[in-house]
């Protein structure tokens, strides 16, 4: 009976990966010695662009926490003889949109443009003069560290941006990951930080560059050259050091929200890993897979303890976290956290059941086309194998990868990567 | 993977549909009176199926407020022949995502999943449109849940509380007034009757439509429309009662204290929003000022009170010209560090003075139009976008075949009409201010427990 679904099910797998190819990704390097990929979709007359450079928080020097973001936000805040006004309106005016950020690996550039001519022309021409161009105003940047001081005084008094930081500091210490800007950090850096910031870590050889949408291959070649040919050169660095893992421990801190936050968590994971797959499809059946996971069964459905109740792996450049967290009434924190712990530790001493490995793949493998049913989505993808170096293939293998999956190895990567003796939790709130 | 290809070099012919698919969206009534919406976009093998029913916060009463969004918790509480989390469980079969959204003016449900399983999602709906089980046990747990969220998402926020106490101010007889989640009281107070109640009211097929949009073929979908919710009877509706708000008659002020660091100023003017998508003109022209006010990074609001005047750590502007009931202009911010909240008060009224007096200028009403006409665009590149919107249009009574009349009505709004909606709108008589009034945390620094090693 079970080897005979099973059987039903591995036949209808293997169609689906036939059917389920993902994009076709062309890639190539710029002469300046960018990566860039490339999927053609010309269904509608929009260009996506996102430029990637290896320019996130961990590559902040010791007492420069906050200057990847001040760097990322200042950027497009001046460039090539235009200020900031000029720069925002004439992206308006041509409906286009910029957008982007920091995270701890990337700096982020993304911009939208409508594929016409005398839409996109002007458009990537903006975008080079920020990506080659940019002016770091001296006010500008006076003013954009004032709002980012205020912005982090008024995150520091919230009980979800304290139990993060403090939980990122317990997990990876003096590792940059642990680093965290805070309003002293932010209030002394100056002008020369984000130059020389900007000089170092935006040249072209740490960028990559993902192109999708209405052009051809021709004309997305002109376009990577004209984005990355004005890029400084920049220095070669080399890799981030692996964190080294913390041991066990609890920390508390007080707080008077109604809720008291709580997570679990320990370095976990690098991008590229092959224990991706049966972390991922294990992570299904503890906390990731929305309501059907067995900590909302247990913290949610059964208990009612919160409203929202996960886990998680962040696959990084280096080890990324594995992460529990959770928010329950501040009576509730100690029961909270007494289930969520049994859960963890049933689940990694048992794996997940045959019935959980089955929904898990299931639905893995048949949502893998709501992953890429638009042309944000499909860039979201490609700038992440473009940025992490990942194989082009990658998409197409997904379905199988998963499929492959069995308990034993779920049971293997669990043992590997979530160790009861590294993980750290931090409640904040609570009694 | 996109399947077709339809280019044009002009925005306005490509937002024109070609003639073969003039139709396009699709519409069929079935007996019962559900309406049936089709959107067919090939680009990819999905579909997105909601289900919209026109009940949501405002039509609560006292005493019951939350019970719309309490009911939309329970649906995924089980019927006879699926029980509880069976819901979830067969939408992630089905390599699906579901959630569901309670707003003033309605309660949606929706699933996005591979095409070929849109007959098993409508199956799924149905069913729960008519036989839910609401079972004492399981009300008892969720309305924890309940209870839960609104600790996270309002009772901990301060600028949500700040928020739901202006509503509460700015509106007295509307039940705009009441917070979409419910009054904590109320929850705690809440019975799986109330639900019983509320789900036998407005649970109906005459009272909801359906909207799918995706890799669909439109008379494919109509056929399992009827299939699975055909058989369901219409029922009659309880009387909605207009509950009108009176003419407010001068300014209202209010204050909220709560753990914080940054001041927050909010003002809400009272304005009309779109009852006859024809005839109005007013509702188009506050879209346009809010656009010229705050739609970009160079708008007004940023230029004038976070860049030059250094005023604000940032400046918002918000209005939604198709609401079920009153609207409401919302102008907010922050002060910055040494400024006072009377200080980016006056800041952001000068803003409005300015174009009272002044008007705006034709660059700016340009402006703001390109970006409607290229987010028209983009929205294309989201089925779930596409259904949205239709939903949203029909959740206010605006048929969604009404909607490139809408963007039309945008595009011929002046720079005239803008000060005179300016004008007429933004006076004292029709404004509630709101301010949020931080407090410091009762330790600073927060007392930490030390890092203890745990074995």
């Known amino acids: 009976m079970n080897t005979c679904r099973l059987l039903i099910f591995l036949c209808l797998a293997l169609t689906a990966q036939l059917t389920q190819a993902g994009p076709k990704i062309e890639r190539w390097q710029t002469l300046a010695g960018t990566r860039v990929l490339f999927v053609e979709d010309h269904s509608l007359p929009i260009i996506d662009v996102e430029v990637d450079f290896a320019a996130g928080a961990a590559h902040e020097g010791a007492g420069q926490e906050g200057v990847a973001g001040l760097t990322r936000s200042l950027i497009d805040l001046g460039a090539g003889g235009m200020d900031e006004t000029q720069i925002a309106s004439r992206l308006a005016d041509l409906g286009a949109r910029l957008s982007g950020g920091v995270d701890l690996d990337r700096a982020s550039l993304t911009l939208r443009t409508l594929s016409m001519v005398d839409k996109r022309g002007p458009a990537l021409d903006l975008l080079q003069a920020i990506l080659s161009r940019p002016t770091f105003p ?41 680093r965290q800007a805070t309003p002293e950090s932010v209030s002394t850096l100056q002008r020369a930080d984000v130059l020389a910031f900007h ?233 | 993977m996109p399947m077709h290809c339809a280019r044009s070099s002009a925005l306005l012919l490509l937002l024109a549909a070609p003639l073969a698919t003039l139709a396009n969206p699709y519409e069929r009534q079935l007996a019962n009176g559900l309406r049936v919406i089709v959107k067919e976009d090939r680009r990819a093998p999905t579909v997105a199926h909601m289900v919209w029913y026109r009940a949501g916060s405002m039509d609560e009463t006292n005493g019951r407020t939350g019970v719309a969004h309490v009911l939309e918790h329970m649906m995924f509480k089980g019927t006879p022949t699926a029980g509880p989390g069976e819901f979830n469980r067969r939408v992630a079969a ?62 901990d926020q301060p600028q949500s509380l700040l928020f739901e106490q202006l509503n509460a101010v700015a509106f007295q007889v509307h039940p705009y007034r009441v917070p979409i989640i419910g009054w904590m009281n109320d929850l705690e107070n809440m019975t799986a009757s109330d639900a019983r109640h509320w789900y036998d009211s407005w649970y109906a097929p005459n009272n909801a439509y359906v909207v799918v949009v995706g890799d669909v073929d439109h008379q494919a979908v109509f056929g399992l429309a009827e299939q699975y919710y055909g058989v369901l009877q219409a029922r009659p509706l309880p009387v909605r009662k207009p509950q009108e708000e009176p003419s407010q008659v001068g300014v209202r002020r209010l204050t909220v204290k709560a753990p914080a660091d940054l001041p927050v100023v909010m003002m809400a003017y009272k304005v009309p929003v779109i009852r006859n998508v024809e005839q109005d003109v007013d509702p ?38 198709t609401t079920r009931g009153p609207g409401i202009f919302h102008l907010y911010g922050s002060p910055s560090a040494g400024k006072t909240r009377a200080e980016l008060e006056v ?13 705006v200028a034709a660059e700016e009403l340009a402006r703001a139009k390109a970006q409607l006409i290229a987010g028209q665009i983009y929205k294309l590149d989201s089925i779930f976008a596409q259904a949205m919107e239709i939903g949203q249009l029909e959740a206010v009574g605006v048929p969604y075949t009404m909607n490139r009349r809408m963007i039309e009505k945008l595009q011929e709004v002046t720079a005239e009409q803008v000060q005179a909606v300016a004008r007429k709108y933004f006076r004292d008589e029709l404004l509630t201010v709101a301010e949020l009034d931080p407090q410091p945390l009762p330790q600073t620094p927060l007392a930490r427990s030390p890092f203890a090693p745990r074995h």
Do not use: C
């Not at chain 1, 990868?401 to 009861?420: D, G, L, M, S, Y």
């Open chain 1, 138 to 178: 001296v006010e500008v940047l006076a003013r954009e560290k004032a709002r980012s001081v205020a912005a982090l005084k008024e995150a520091l008094t919230r009980p979800d941006t304290i139990a993060s930081k403090a939980f990122w500091s317990a997990m990876y210490a003096e590792h940059p990951y642990g």
């Open chain 1, 199 to 431: 000089a170092t870590h935006y040249g072209a050889a740490r960028a990559s560059l993902a192109i999708v949408g209405d052009l051809t291959r021709s004309q997305a070649e002109a376009l990577a050259e004209q984005l990355t040919r004005g890029l400084p050169a920049g220095p070669a660095i080399g890799d981030l050091a692996a964190p080294r893992l913390p041991i066990a421990g609890e920390q508390r801190i007080e707080h008077p929200a109604a809720q008291a936050h709580l997570l679990i968590g320990m370095p976990a994971l690098k991008r590229g890993d092959p224990d991706f797959f049966p972390l991922a499809v294990g992570n299904y059946s503890l906390g990731g897979g929305g309501f059907v996971s067995r900590l909302m069964k247990e913290v949610r459905d059964k208990r009612g303890l919160a409203y929202s109740v996960h886990s998680y792996f962040l696959p990084l450049q280096q080890l990324g976290p594995f992460q529990i967290g959770l928010q329950t009434k501040k009576a509730q924190a100690n029961d909270a956290l007494k289930v969520t712990r049994e859960v963890l530790v049933a689940f990694l001493e048992q794996g997940p059941s045959e019935v959980e490995l089955q929904a898990a793949k299931q639905n893995l493998i048949g949502s893998f086309p709501l992953r890429l049913d638009s042309n944000r989505k499909i860039l979201e993808n490609v700038a992440m194998i473009g940025f992490y170096d990942l194989p082009l293939d990658y998409l197409d293998r997904y379905p199988e990868n998963i499929e492959r999956v069995t308990i034993a190895e779920i049971r293997a990567a669990f043992a590997r990567r979530v160790r009861p003796a590294h993980l750290v939790t931090v409640v904040v709130g609570g009694e």
């Open chain 2, 94 to 155: 089905a390599g699906g995502r579901d959630n569901a959204f309670t707003s003033r003016d309605y309660t949606a449900y929706f699933q996005q999943v591979p095409k070929q399983k849109l007959a098993e999602m409508m199956q799924l709906e149905a069913d729960r449109m008519r036989h839910l089980t609401l079972d004492d046990k399981e009300f008892a747990q969720e309305i924890r849940v309940v209870m839960e969220e609104r600790r996270l998402r309002t009772d």
């Open chain 2, 284 to 321: 188009y022209a506050l879209e346009m000022l809010a656009a010229v006010l705050a739609g970009h990074d160079a708008a007004r609001f940023t230029r004038h009170l976070v860049r030059e005047q250094r005023l604000a750590v940032n400046a918002v502007a918000g209005y939604d010209s």
């Open chain 2, 347 to 359: 800041g952001l009224r000068a803003e409005l003075a300015r174009v009272q007096q002044d008007g």
